[in-house]
């Protein structure tokens, strides 16, 4: 039985350890909305080739932009930035929440349905450099 509840808050630890890793997602429409209104700075985490075939209009490519990302970003720490991957079961996304976080912003969310979530519900993507 020791063993057993042992187990079971480690478990429940290692839980509340990745929660820490969380971030708020936001919806395909409150994200157009922030986008038209050009009120988000969105991170996009897919890697350059991805980047180059297909991202949100208006992402920012995190491999390009992660060494100086602070040059990226607004000056207000209230700013919203949003990253983004590949889909919902993607978790590449923490590494630019994380690093925008890291910076101190305070409104970093994620967009989970990513980049074919986006394509999915008929949005219009941008390509190239």
């Not at 509340?16 to 890793?21: L, Q």
């Not at 100086?68 to 996304?93: F, M, Q, S, W």
Request: aromatic share 6%.
């Amino acid at each position: 039985m020791k063993k057993l509840l042992a187990l079971l808050t480690l478990v429940a630890a290692s839980f509340a350890a990745a929660a820490g890793d969380k971030f708020a997602d936001i919806s395909t429409d409150d994200l157009k909305k922030v986008i038209a209104d050009k009120k988000v700075v969105l991170l996009d985490v897919n890697g350059s080739d991805s980047f180059e075939q297909g991202r949100i209009p208006g992402a920012l490519n995190f491999d390009a932009v992660e060494k100086d990302l602070a040059k990226h970003l607004p000056a207000d720490k209230n700013a919203l930035i949003v990253a983004y991957c590949g889909n919902e079961r993607c978790t590449a996304y923490q590494s630019a929440a994380k690093a925008a976080q890291k910076l101190g912003y305070k409104n970093v969310k994620h967009y989970s349905k990513g980049i074919a979530g986006w394509k999915k519900a008929g949005e219009k993507t941008e390509s190239g450099s």
